[in-house]
T-cell receptor, first 113, second 114 residues
C-alpha cells in the first residue's frame, strides 16, 4: 500500500518568514495530493491540493509543488502569520479523487512574533 | 447547512465495554471513512465504505466494527477487543467521481478509557 513520509515534525518560524513542509510517497499510482490544516482541537480542513498532471499550484500565500519523478511534494507558506500556527498534514491517493487517502504524520508549525 | 456531524464530542469507556461513535453526513457523498488520530502518528485509517452495505478494512481495523445501512450514516463501534482505544476519532466523507475532491471531516470524538 501507499506510504507517506512527512518532514519536519515540528517547525518554528518568525512572523513574515517562509515555511516549507516536505512529503514523499511510495506508490507511483498516486495522483492526488491534498494538504490539510488542523488547528488545536478542531477538524482538519483542506487548504490546497494538486494533481499529478500539474507541477505547481498557488493560492495567495500558499503553494504546493509536485515532483512526480522523485515522488515528493511540498507545501510552501510565504509571509507567515500567527494564524498559520497549526498542524499540517499531507496526503496521497492512488485515484483521481479523494478515495482512501494515506496521510503523513503531520508537521506542527509555530509562527512566533 | 450541509456537513458531517459526529457525536458525542467526548466519550468515556469502561474496561470491557463496547461503545458506538456516530457519524452522519448530508452532503450526498458516496464514500465515508473513519480515522484514528494519536499524537505524533497522524491519521490512521480504520475502515472505509464506498457504497451502502459494503465496507473495507483500513490499516488498523482490529478491535473495531462498522456498518453502512444508509448512505448518510457510518457508525463505528469500538469493541472490548481494542486494547488501547483512547484516541481522537475522525469521520470523513468524499465524492468518488467528479465533484470537488478532498475529504470533509467531522469535528471528531475524543474517546477515553476510564
Amino acid at each position: 500500500g501507499e506510504n507517506v513520509e512527512q518532514h519536519p515534525s515540528t517547525l518554528s518560524v518568525q512572523e513574515g518568514d517562509s515555511a516549507v513542509i516536505k512529503c514523499t510517497y511510495s506508490d507511483s499510482a498516486s495522483n492526488y495530493f491534498p494538504w490539510y490544516k488542523q488547528e488545536l482541537g478542531k477538524r482538519p480542513q483542506l487548504i490546497i491540493d494538486i494533481r499529478s498532471n500539474v507541477g505547481e499550484k498557488k493560492d495567495q500565500r500558499i503553494a504546493v509543488t509536485l515532483n512526480k519523478t522523485a515522488k515528493h511534494f511540498s507545501l510552501h507558506i510565504t509571509e507567515t502569520q500567527p494564524e498559520d500556527s497549526a498542524v499540517y498534514f499531507c496526503a496521497a491517493a492512488p485515484t483521481g479523487t479523494a478515495s482512501k487517502l494515506t496521510f503523513g504524520t503531520g508537521t506542527r508549525l509555530q509562527v512566533t512574533l | 447547512d450541509g456537513g458531517i456531524t459526529q457525536s458525542p464530542k467526548y466519550l468515556f469507556r469502561k474496561e470491557g465495554q463496547n461503545v458506538t461513535l456516530s457519524c452522519e453526513q448530508n452532503l450526498n457523498h458516496d464514500a465515508m471513512y473513519w480515522y484514528r488520530q494519536d499524537p505524533g502518528q497522524g491519521l490512521r485509517l480504520i475502515y472505509y465504505s464506498q457504497i451502502v452495505n459494503d465496507f473495507q478494512k483500513g490499516d488498523i481495523a482490529e478491535g473495531y466494527s462498522v456498518s453502512r445501512e444508509k448512505k448518510e450514516s457510518f457508525p463505528l463501534t469500538v469493541t472490548s477487543a481494542q486494547k488501547n482505544p483512547t484516541a481522537f476519532y475522525l469521520c470523513a466523507s468524499s465524492v468518488l467521481t467528479g465533484g470537488t475532491p478532498g475529504y470533509t471531516f467531522g469535528s471528531g470524538t475524543r474517546l477515553t478509557v476510564v
